[in-house]
């Protein structure tokens, strides 16, 4: 429901901004598939912050 959402949003916008976790013991951010799904089929620009 929340990929659907999010794409569903993504339609109407020119930039859609979603969190990822900062994760102890691992480089970089990690994506959840929420975030996987709508990376790649957004039809707008993605900017990934992380969230704490």
Do not use: K, S
Request: glycine content about 6%; charged content about 15%.
């Amino acid at each position: 429901a929340a990929r659907r959402a999010l794409l569903d949003a993504a339609a109407d916008t020119d930039l859609l901004v979603v969190g990822a976790r900062w994760r102890h013991g691992h480089v970089g951010l990690q994506l959840d598939l929420v975030n996987h799904v709508v990376l790649h089929h957004a039809p707008c620009p993605i900017a990934i912050v992380p969230r704490t």
